[in-house]
T-cell receptor
Framework: EDQVTQSPEALRLQEGESSSLNCSYTVSGLRGLFWYRQDPGKGPEFLFTLYSAGEEKEKERLKATLTKKESFLHITAPKPEDSATYLC??????????FGRGTSLIVHP | DAGITQSPRHKVTETGTPVTLRCHQT?????MYWYRQDPGHGLRLIHYSYGVKDTDKGEVSDGYSVSRSKTEDFLLTLESATSSQTSVYFCAISEILGLDDTEAFFGQGTRLTVV
């Protein structure tokens, strides 16, 4: 059974205080790992897909990395508008994403 | 933004009544999914479809059925709603466009309350 564990559950940062979110996974034959952002009352919004260990992708203040056991979402110099819940999901080739429970990020001005 | 529309966006229904939620897409994507999202559980897959009339169960399918008679529409039915089915329901779509282009896109969600 695929397992996706995200940590921490909640994170509070001051504006400009960089940090990382973790997504550890147990899946046989990972095809892809996805990161999403979800704002309150809205559906998840796609951020990144990572396919192989060592791969990195960046978008504005966000950078996602992947190893054989986990992925990190690094947030550099965050702003209040980065406040959201960040979701991680894995797919082992069935094209059916399995999601973690998410990390709720609050960035204080 | 991906063309996904969920209806209704909000619904309150009574225990024991049937309820149907609709997901409509304009992207002609093959895969469609229904998830529910609850505090402490995250997104959990209810049912999914990999083509017209091709559907399968997810991890929390009990009490739910689906139908897909057209590529663009995926219906989720609660045969007899229970309070445990109070949740936010999300539809998602995806397509295998290439090795690096298979992510799922989500609708805005339907908030269902069973009283």
């Amino acid at each position: 059974e695929d397992q996706v564990t995200q940590s921490p559950e909640a994170l509070r940062l001051q504006e400009g205080e960089s940090s990382s979110l973790n997504c550890s996974y147990t899946v046989s034959g990972l095809r892809g790992l996805f990161w999403y952002r979800q704002d309150p009352g809205k559906g998840p919004e796609f951020l990144f897909t990572l396919y192989s260990a060592g791969e990195e992708k960046e978008k504005e203040r966000l950078k996602a990395t992947l190893t054989k056991k986990e992925s990190f979402l690094h947030i550099t110099a965050p702003k209040p508008e980065d406040s959201a819940t960040y979701l991680c999901a894995v797919d082992r080739g069935s094209y059916i994403p399995t999601f973690g429970r998410g990390t709720s990020l609050i960035v204080h001005p | 933004d991906a063309g996904i529309t969920q209806s209704p966006r909000h619904k309150v229904t009574e225990t024991g009544t049937p309820v149907t939620l609709r997901c409509h897409q304009t992207e002609n994507h093959r895969y469609m999914y229904w998830y529910r999202q609850d505090p402490g559980h995250g997104l959990r897959l209810i049912h999914y479809s990999y083509g017209v009339k091709d559907t399968d169960k997810g991890e929390v399918s009990d009490g739910y059925s689906v139908s897909r008679s057209k590529t663009e529409d995926f219906l989720l039915t609660l045969e007899s709603a229970t309070s445990s089915q109070t949740s936010v329901y999300f539809c998602a779509i995806s397509e295998i466009l290439g090795l690096d282009d298979t992510e799922a896109f989500f609708g805005q969600g339907t908030r269902l309350t069973v009283v």
